[in-house]
């Protein structure tokens, strides 16, 4: 089984910045993709950013440019830098990873989330 454990959202003003940091543990023999989602209210869940194990990134548009992510894989952790926050950015924020436990088998687990609110 795999735990991940998600910290650092917090209230912010326009502007400000957070780092987001998320910890995998458990019997894990490897771990390909990670990724930060979003899930403001009343819309749907996206995906924010996501890097490979190769440590290739990706992000949607709206935070290209202000948010870094990044990854420690001797520590199983997982990061998102976010500069010139806006209100939009306001959401809950949870981590995604997907990889294998011991014996070789698939795992893809989610955290249960951070709030980040940016508010003046």
């Known amino acids: 089984q795999v735990q991940l454990v998600e910290s650092g959202g917090g209230l912010v003003q326009p502007g400000g910045s957070l780092r987001l940091s998320c910890v995998a543990s458990?019997?894990?023999?490897?771990?390909?993709?990670m990724g930060w989602y979003r899930q403001a209210p009343g819309k749907e869940r996206e995906l924010v950013a996501a890097?490979?194990?190769?440590?290739?990134?990706s992000y949607t548009d709206s935070v290209k440019g202000r948010f870094t992510i990044s990854r420690d894989n001797v520590k199983n952790t997982l990061y998102l830098q976010m500069n010139s926050l806006k209100p939009e950015d306001t959401a809950v924020y949870s981590c995604?990873?997907?990889?294998?436990?011991?014996?070789?088998?698939?795992?893809?687990?989610w955290g249960q989330g951070t709030l980040v609110i940016v508010s003046s």
């Open positions: 995604n990873t997907k990889g294998m436990v011991g014996r070789f088998v698939p795992f893809d687990a």
């Open positions: 458990g019997s894990i023999l490897s771990i390909n993709e």
């Open positions: 890097i490979t194990s190769l440590g290739s990134t």
